[in-house]
């Protein structure tokens, strides 16, 4: 397997996205000097912009999560998350009513930004359910599996409305050796169990980097060819990097490791254009 | 859709196989009138087995849930259910260490009178876990769904041990219009979660329907046409019981409502030999 | 079911967004009565656009087959087919070497007009296949589905390179009773057995629906609250414009029939905002 | 990865059950020295079968092909092919009229032994087949796939029957470097657009090795304890052996190569009992 350079690999693009987890940082910090790159990317003049499965949290909080660790490089508007873009449904579709959320109150607060009205599904009360006009699963946090999940099965028997998924991932690391189950593993049990399609935000979905695309701000009119994704994640941030369009750069921090890389890329037929240890600038 | 008279198709066979919920009971008791099918199966010397998803108790508890109700004739003999066969695949293909359930510690009992050492998830410590060889689902209750999900999947990434499902039915109904969420669609979560593959035991596999045929006591060597499966769900029941060779009964007080039967059997392409109301002699 | 008048749904949106099999046209020509659909387009300055599933040609000759039909409304740049997506994939991330296509001559002129090289599956020589650096599905017809469904797997198995499938509809109307099979189904059955993950253009996929609202001409800027879908697939054209933030209208006259429409609508859980028998305005 | 010695191995156990493509033969032939394993069964008195996902010919037809190959201890009573259990299900469950079968001649002369009236889908006039009550899928010879293929579909369209899968295999080998695509794949690719559910007939599925069970001539009443599947392939021969209670054994002269085996079972989560290079006592 040939590696290649990341400093030479983002010096042919004007943008950069980033995905967050296992690229930028781990579930106990940065990455070790990707403050490095921030610095380059601003020397050279590079946009960039971070392209997270997250819906936990607002772009605002998300940020100010990266100024704690120390970076202040990741503004809000340069965050793009699938929550944004569950947010974004609800503005265009949803008229009146109530929405229900399976998640924290926290990552409801932000879809509330629009006007709302909101519900956790924790107080949902399934005999007063009849102006619940839309579902939406948020976090894996914030209610209890077993009598919420089940509600959230019965709330959908008795109410054909819109459910939304608003972060797809399966798991999410918790610790160097422990993974979390994600929302999105929820939402799919429940989606089988009913039998119903239910509308999904988050990578590998070419929505979420038409959402980037449009929030570029340095480079108007940028070319995909000028653009490089770079992830971990050969399903999500490869996948939907290469279907997008763009150039795509794998990196070995995250869920692919430098023994596996070879064998995931021969057996999914998922090619990244390049492959480097790290996204960090040395 | 042409329903055919229960009394004249079972006259036609000598043993009848029946599911459990949804054509002899509820989840609030026995189907009314069942018992006149008990007289009549006794007065004919027709031979029975209720064939069912339930790893949640022992044959022995199962038959007496049936004496509460009011019918004797259902004993532990005649009970073949999916925990039977999860059982026995550990009595056959384990050897040493324990096997961690998810479940009530009720279900384990009866895995444990194999004289295994079992252990309950809630129990597992994931730092001590090196001689769990085998983990089963068993049954929805008796562990925290948030945080024993969590573990279940966490101990399947540090030990590639067999992962054994005994009820792989996704819902049971938990009052007239409410669901509850069987083992078998949480065991799917982790199973695509961490796509490895489990072994899975229930309708509408063959081996439950070799099970019944090989306990059927009063005819020896009878011949499958001689064989009537009674249930009400397409996709377990009929399914299972048609590849299994016999011939088939959809009765309509369960999980296939009169007025979708015949769109389902149309989209399905699963064919019952018979239509009844219900699986009452009458 | 209410149904709606097509009329005064279509007067509240500025552009309009058109399936073609099913609301356009059928098997054999126009949906009767269609063309004073275009004429209460074109007399209220509304705008609209055909987007379709098909890469059997040149939206040239897309548009020319409605020429023939009767319409010359429908002009190439009012054509959105999942083969320009397609091909617009290929001019981003082909870089060199030869492009294989399974289909037809005709299907593989349009990303000729790129420049690339191409050849048929049918002419491939699997053991001089060391510079074919891509494969892209086009088309059913063209080829000898026995020989070269055989050859394109074993040529997948050679050689790690991405395959396009350039429209991933399973079947489409050859007759009043007759379906084809479609090239999204026996790319399927190549992606299933090698288990690879193949790159699919076409609706419900969002970039379908982004790539039309950026071709929008006579209303820039619009906002998505003022763009209508309309389909008769629940599946691709509903689900793909309520994702993409869109409202959407299903009519009558193709794969959705009155008959079936609301328990489809219950049992998918995908919700139009409107139905209305057709797409022709009375 | 620790490799056990076949001659130990398979010394432990009374009956053994073998797989035949990869484990006894190849596409060209014999496994060289397989014939010192019958050998050894012979003088100790081992008894043997072989179980195979195959529709394409009667088991004595598959019997002469090891007599030509130079083998002639695999006589038709020891084979037990998934067209066996194809037959056995039209033998119980079909009634009356044509049974229409997509494959060779020579593999539907099998089923017509049973006195049943078959027409291949080449001869199949969709206007007049009202009184076709079954289809089966036999063998990917036989027929055209693009005419006769679609054609398949239509008549399902039109005909709701039972559908019978003989072979579930997606491909088989046909030379050193080429596979072809196999029947269950085609099968599987009509289902998917038609989405019906077929009766699928192979291993893994259980009711494979309960027919191999019920044939055991020499070893009546034989324990599962002591019988030993061996094969070449973990998602058939080893889950279906784990699953229905035997002990497994993978060869390495197949579908699994030696670099490949930990990686796959890791991955997979089925464990072989037993690795052995080949199945050849040496």
Chains 1, 2, 3, 4 share one sequence.
């Not at 601003?42 to 605002?60: C, I, L, Q």
């Not at 265009?92 to 607060?109: I, M, P, Q, W």
């Not at 009205?117 to 579902?135: F, G, P, Q, W, Y």
């Not at 028997?157 to 998924?165: A, D, F, L, Q, S």
């Amino acid at each position: 397997m040939v590696l290649d350079n990341f400093k030479s690999v983002i010096s042919k693009y004007d943008v950069i996205f980033f995905d967050a987890f296992g690229v930028l940082k781990t579930y106990n910090g940065l990455i070790p000097g990707i403050e490095k790159t921030f610095d380059y990317l601003k020397e050279h003049g590079k946009d960039f912009y971070v392209v997270t499965n997250d819906a936990s949290r607002s772009p605002e909080q998300l940020a100010e999560s990266y100024v704690k660790m120390g970076i202040a490089d990741v503004t809000a508007d340069r965050i793009i998350s699938s929550g944004m873009l569950a947010r974004e449904y609800l503005d265009y579709k949803f008229r009146e009513g109530l929405v229900a959320y399976v998640g924290t109150d926290n990552s409801a607060h932000y879809i509330e930004t629009l006007g709302l009205k909101t519900i956790s599904i924790r107080e949902v009360n399934l005999d007063e359910a009849h102006n619940i006009n839309a579902l939406v699963f948020m976090d894996d946090e914030g209610f209890d599996w077993n009598t919420d999940l089940t509600k959230t099965l019965n709330l959908l028997r008795k109410r054909n409305i819109p459910v939304i998924v608003a972060n797809t991932d399966k798991t999410y690391p918790a610790s160097k050796n422990r993974l979390s189950i994600a929302v999105g593993a929820l939402a799919k049990m429940i989606e089988d169990t009913i039998g119903r399609q239910f509308i999904r935000f988050g990578k590998p979905d070419p929505q979420m980097f038409i959402f980037a695309y449009q929030h570029i701000k340095n480079y108007p009119n940028v070319s995909k060819r000028n653009i490089l994704m770079v992830g971990d994640t050969l399903q999500t941030d490869i996948l939907g990097g290469n279907k997008f369009g763009l150039d795509t750069a794998l990196v070995l921090t995250g869920n692919t490791q430098a023994e596996d890389a070879e064998v995931r890329i021969r057996s999914t037929g998922i090619i990244p254009t390049y492959i480097c240890v790290s996204a960090v600038v040395e």
